[in-house]
């Protein structure tokens, strides 16, 4: 079946340091790919997405591009701040197919100043 | 716009009881998800709804069941609580099941004791 892995947390930065959340996953076909962060206390949104090979999301200074060579959709950021201290989710849903989202466990980051 | 609504927010209950959670979706869509959140296991894919049929089940005992209404809203049932069951329990609501993108609500905690 599909699947998602993420990398361990927690992390945690300095602001203004450089931030990469690895996610690799296992799917049929050609899935589309998503990062959600979930705020302390708020429920998940969406941050960004890519639905084909080589796109590169984008999102409030994130970015993540699909690596169908590596199975890969690794989130990045040049420069965090403490204000995205949060849970980062890697998700994927199969293309062409109305279906569920499948989540990576999350990974939490903890930023500080 | 209202967002996703869940209630209620926390409950207490204790084993072997039954416990109703209830989501009201974005106006205009018709697709609510449930999903578990419990403590390092990430978001587990409970149920899917749409049009007011259920569309997908994950690996959940059938005490947990629920339904849509033709309102669009939608209600979680757990019976015959079990300690494992205490978690986040975050609804989604999509206007198109293609695309992944899922507008969560903030959940209710369930704790069981």
């Known amino acids: 079946g599909d699947s998602v892995t993420q990398m361990e947390g927690p992390v945690t930065l300095s602001e203004e340091a450089f931030l990469t959340i690895n996610c690799t996953y296992t799917?049929?076909?050609?899935?589309?790919l998503f990062w959600y962060v979930q705020y302390p206390g708020e429920g998940l949104q969406l941050l960004l997405k890519a639905t084909k090979a080589d796109d590169k999301g984008s999102n409030k200074g994130f970015e993540a591009t699909y690596r169908k060579e590596t199975t890969s959709f690794h989130l990045e950021k040049g420069s965090v701040q403490v204000s995205d201290s949060a849970v980062y989710f890697c998700a994927l849903i199969r293309t062409g197919t109305a279906s569920k989202l499948t989540f990576g466990t999350g990974t939490r980051l903890q930023v500080t100043l | 716009e209202a967002g996703v609504t869940q209630s209620p927010t926390h409950l207490i209950k204790t084993r072997g009881q039954q416990v109703t959670l209830r989501c009201s979706p974005i106006s205009g869509h018709t697709s609510v998800y449930w999903y578990q959140q419990a403590l390092g296991l990430g978001l587990q894919f409970l149920l899917w709804?749409?049009?007011?049929?259920?569309?997908n089940r994950g690996n959940f005992p059938p005490r947990f069941s629920g339904r849509q209404f033709p309102n669009y809203s939608s209600e979680l049932n757990v019976n015959a609580l079990e300690l494992e069951d205490s978690a986040l329990y975050l609804c989604a609501s999509s206007g198109d099941s293609y695309t992944g993108e899922l507008f969560f609500g903030e959940g209710s905690r369930l704790t069981v004791l």
């Open positions: 799917a049929t076909g050609y899935p589309s």
């Open positions: 709804y749409d049009e007011g049929e259920e569309r």
